[in-house]
């Protein structure tokens, strides 16, 4: 049954994989996991595991679907993207309904989450002028040219707090350059992206894209198909790095972005009412699962003053107020209205983030505001069995404190009390992911000097989610990215495709030397 008329009947479907723009039924042989809704954690699907046998049959699609579509021109595919553009910003509300269903964000995010995503597929749209190579004549009759050629059957491997986000990173420019993929979506919110396949089926020619649902011993068996040319990955570090081996043992070219824990640093001299906006948006945006999220905030205190000026009150203490003030105010929803935040994924990541407080708590950290205890979020939890927890917002008096270099992936935020902006950055820099910082300033030498320092792949200032956005490229840096490029914009090209260099010498016929 398509997920349209499951979802309009309020049938529990059991999904199915989508090989050559076909459903195709693995029936009872496969083994299923449920998934839950996080508002009430009652099943609201199956998703098959799918084994050797199923990647087996998805790659060999895409291959053969590679060598029709590898040789149309840049130009047509971009056409089919157009097509492709068109019909998921048609479905856009569709699809933002189904990603507040199986990950809970709220509809503003979710609508936001699907327009990033097709902003990827935009920025395809114009691979034609974007891939363009190097023509020079390097000797005397001898040229070189370069070309950007497709790598062949490309996987995707994607995490669960983007269901349609992180696909469409990397969807768009792998099979606008030339290549076809086979997506696994993360089996905790496999929904939207067979949805997405479910479109696409009159779009796309067979096994452009294909879709094979499972778990991590599907991608084991995807990930070392002989049929695949290169890996993406994103998800947590862990399995980020092992992924990077295995590929590179097979000689597979790999993106694997593993997680974060990206520092916003405050200034005395910052706009405070903005800064506590922005820092509260950061942490508790998505519920916090977000690799982008602001995790730890390091505040740098005025040593000199004591107060600031016309306020006899502490720059940390008054920014520090402000940010559990505004987070108090959040209420759980996942609805358009503003200021309502949706549920954890699921039973697990709950109790691991609870568990987080309550360590920070036992290694002497002050719980400011605790999303434990948050009166709307406790009675909604109540109500309705879903896995809500509130804002919570931590003060550490020691960077050891675990919470200060854990990637928590909820919406929690660990606050420490600096010094000076040195002490500051050599905390920002001792951490051993890499994908975000931020600098909250009212001077542009300040912010000079973090930026040059912070050591991450992508900065803010005065923007505590500083996702850069086509045509520039996303990715990090040290544990927060395994492999070499980035993902989207330039980095997408450099990533999904090799440089075939082209060496031409025509040699002069004799009776024709009148030439030279
Ligand atoms: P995850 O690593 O648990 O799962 C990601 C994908 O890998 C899923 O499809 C899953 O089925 C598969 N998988 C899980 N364990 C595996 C294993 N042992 N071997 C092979 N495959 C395996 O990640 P998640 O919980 O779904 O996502 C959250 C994480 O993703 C966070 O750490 C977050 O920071 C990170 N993330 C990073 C970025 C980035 O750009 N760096 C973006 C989004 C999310």
Not at 45 to 69: C, N, Q, R
Not at 119 to 132: D, G, K, M, R
Not at 490 to 499: C, K, L, P, Q, V
Not at 505 to 512: D, F, G, I, Y
Request: glycine content about 8%; some cysteine; aromatic content about 6%.
């Amino acid at each position: 049954m398509s997920i349209e008329k499951a979802i309009s009947s309020n049938d529990v479907p059991t999904l199915v994989n989508w090989v050559g723009c076909k459903a195709t039924e693995a029936g009872n042989r496969l083994s299923t996991l449920e998934v839950s809704s996080p508002h009430t954690n009652e099943i609201i699907a199956y998703v098959p595991i799918s084994g050797y046998e199923e990647v087996d049959s998805a790659v060999k699609s895409s291959e053969k679907a590679f060598l029709s579509w590898s040789g149309l021109t840049y130009k047509t595919r971009a056409q089919y993207l157009l097509k492709l553009y068109n019909a998921l910003t048609e479905h856009m509300d569709e699809l933002a309904d189904l990603i507040v269903k199986e990950h809970g964000k709220n509809k503003t995010e979710a609508i936001g989450e699907v327009q990033k995503g097709l902003e990827t597929l935009e920025y395809a749209i114009s691979l034609p002028q974007l891939v363009q190579g190097k023509v020079e004549d390097v000797s005397r009759g001898v040229q070189c040219r370069d070309e950007r050629v497709a790598l062949g059957v490309v996987a995707s491997i994607v995490p669960f707090n983007f269901p349609f986000m992180v696909p469409f990173w990397t969807l768009p420019i792998a099979i606008g350059c030339g290549n076809t993929m086979v997506l696994k979506p993360s089996e905790k919110v496999p929904i939207t992206m067979t949805r997405v396949a479910e479109i696409s089926q009159s779009i796309l020619p067979e096994g452009v894209l294909n879709i094979v649902h499972g778990d991590k011993s599907t991608v084991e068996s995807l990930i070392s198909h002989k049929g695949i040319s290169a890996v993406t990955f994103v998800g947590t570090s862990a399995v980020a790095e092992l992924i990077s081996h295995t590929c590179t043992r097979l000689n597979k070219r790999v993106l694997a972005l593993g997680g974060a824990k990206n520092h916003l640093v405050a200034l005395p001299d910052c706009d405070i009412e903005m800064t506590a906006q922005d820092i509260v948006n950061s942490f508790t945006g998505c519920a916090g699962e977000r690799c982008m999220a602001a995790s730890a905030l390091l505040i740098v205190e005025n040593a000199k003053k004591d107060g600031a000026e016309g306020s006899s009150e502490k720059f940390s203490d008054r920014l520090i107020k402000r940010v559990v003030d505004i987070a108090s105010k959040i209420n759980p929803g996942s609805d358009q209205s503003p200021r309502v935040m949706g549920p954890i994924i699921d039973k697990g990541s709950l109790i691991r983030i609870e568990n987080c407080i309550s360590q920070a708590e036992s290694e002497g950290a002050k719980i400011l505001l605790d999303g434990r205890l948050q009166s709307e979020f406790v009675s909604k939890r109540k109500d309705t069995n879903g896995n809500w927890l509130g804002p919570t917002v931590i003060l550490h008096g020691s960077t050891s404190d675990s919470a200060m270099h854990t990637e928590i992936f909820g919406p929690v935020i660990s606050v420490y009390i600096c010094e000076s902006a040195q002490e500051a950055i050599e905390i920002e820099n001792a951490n051993d992911y890499g994908n975000a910082a931020c600098i909250y300033t009212g001077s542009g030498a300040a912010a000079e000097w973090f930026t040059k320092r912070f050591r991450a792949g992508m900065l803010g200032v005065n923007i505590g989610v500083p996702v850069p956005r086509e045509p520039f490229s996303f990715g990090g840096i040290q544990r927060s990215k395994f492999g070499v490029t980035d993902i989207t914009g330039d980095g997408g090209i450099e990533f999904f495709t090799y440089r075939r260099k082209i060496t031409t010498k025509w040699s002069v016929p004799v009776e024709r030397s009148w030439m030279d």
